[in-house]
Nanobody, 116 residues
């Protein structure tokens, strides 16, 4: 059974940094891509960053230049380094794994709050 476990969320001041981790219970090479999504109160879930099996990445325009997605294949873990955080980055962040045979798996989410 596939499990995705996020960690690293918390409360940070504007301009600060956080690193989120997503540990998979299986090899991440099983998936077409791994991604980070977020959902703020009253808003729809949106893609933040994505890393494909070949290593290519893409980002939401709102986070380009501030966030970096990466992975550690040996640890089956994907990371999201978030720098220069803004209050509008406040949301629950979810890890997702795109399984070509059945669609995405989701983690339970980790809360990120950016406030002074």
């Amino acid at each position: 059974q596939v499990q995705l476990v996020e960690s690293g969320g918390g409360l940070v001041q504007p301009g600060g940094s956080l690193r989120l981790s997503c540990a998979a219970s299986v090899s991440i090479f099983r998936f077409n891509a791994m991604g980070w999504y977020r959902q703020a109160p009253g808003k729809e879930r949106e893609l933040v960053a994505r890393i494909a099996i070949g290593g290519s990445t893409n980002y939401a325009d709102s986070v380009k230049g501030r966030f970096t997605v990466s992975r550690d294949n040996a640890r089956n873990t994907v990371y999201l380094q978030m720098n220069s955080l803004k209050p509008e980055d406040t949301a629950i962040y979810y890890c997702a794994a795109d399984d070509p045979s059945r669609g995405p798996y989701w983690g339970q989410g980790t809360q990120v709050a950016v406030s002074s």
